[in-house]
């Protein structure tokens, strides 16, 4: 593989590995079967996935997003990146070497710059209650690569990166419908078309769903990808659209060789 490629790796749901200048970044992860009603209809969870990790990124405190088993089994005591809030509930699980990040704020891993970046997404955990914030993350080094957690669309996105090589971006949920504060895939082309990105990889879709509800509404894990694609033909036909499977990985190497 180029040393400057990214390699990203859908465990599913939010949850990628992001592998870029010889770091390892986990975000979002769930690395369970079953979280509350909600069971993981790919079984298959493989070790390596959440091996070496050299930090994990939270966007927000919901929890499919936040899982306090799923980061215990991290190991290694990587760094924890969260927004403000979050750490409290993590240093309340007794969970340690976490680091809060603003939005703008930045943070160094390696060779690589992390910053976090808006989200259009109330990131409570708890309804009415708590403090937690929900971002984003844009991770910088021989590329660049946007995970936007859970967001709705918003003007600012087109500034995150003026020159963006890979965005991760949700396109679904765990249910055949979905809350305020997501995008669906009409919304995520919206999202590519002010990113700009070169290559627009499809999450959040295909992994969890209400126990035995898969085997009724077995659209709901496969369409939106696809449904994002077809939309991304009219709304930003420049930019390129990956669909990995869950457990799936692809290598994207830099726009100009040399």
């Not at 790796?9 to 986990?26: C, F, K, M, V």
């Not at 680091?99 to 990131?123: F, K, N, Q, W, Y």
């Not at 090589?165 to 419908?177: I, K, Y």
Request: glycine share 8%.
């Amino acid at each position: 593989m180029d040393p400057r490629a990214v390699r990203i790796t859908y465990i599913g749901h939010a949850t990628n590995l992001i592998e870029l200048n010889g770091s390892r970044l986990l975000t979002d992860p769930i690395i369970q079967s079953r979280v509350f009603h909600l069971s993981r209809v790919p079984g298959r969870i493989d070790p390596d996935w959440y091996a070496n990790i050299d930090a994990v990124l939270i966007t927000h405190a919901h929890w499919d997003h936040l899982n306090i088993p799923s980061l215990r089994r991290v190991a290694d005591d990587p760094m924890i990146i969260v927004p403000p809030g979050v750490d409290k509930i993590l240093r309340k699980a007794g969970l340690h070497n976490i680091e809060t990040m603003e939005i703008g704020e930045h943070r160094s891993i390696g060779s690589l710059e992390v910053t976090a970046v808006c989200a259009d997404h109330d990131g409570l955990r708890y309804r009415f209650f708590g403090d937690e914030q929900a971002v984003g993350y844009l991770i910088e080094g021989s590329q660049s690569v946007y995970f936007a957690g859970d967001t709705d669309v918003f003007p600012e996105m087109g500034s995150i990166h003026e020159s963006l090589d890979v965005a991760l971006l949700p396109v679904w949920g765990w249910g055949p419908t979905l809350g305020s504060g997501h995008m669906d895939p009409g919304q995520a082309a919206r999202a590519a078309a002010l990113l700009k990105p070169r290559v627009a990889i499809p999450i959040h879709w295909g992994t969890f769903f209400p126990i035995g509800l898969h085997w009724l509404m077995p659209r709901f894990l496969r369409f939106p990808p696809q449904l994002f694609k077809r939309e991304m033909e009219n709304t930003a036909p420049d930019v390129r659209v990956e669909i990995l499977q869950v457990g799936a990985q692809i290598s994207i190497g830099p726009d100009r060789p040399g």
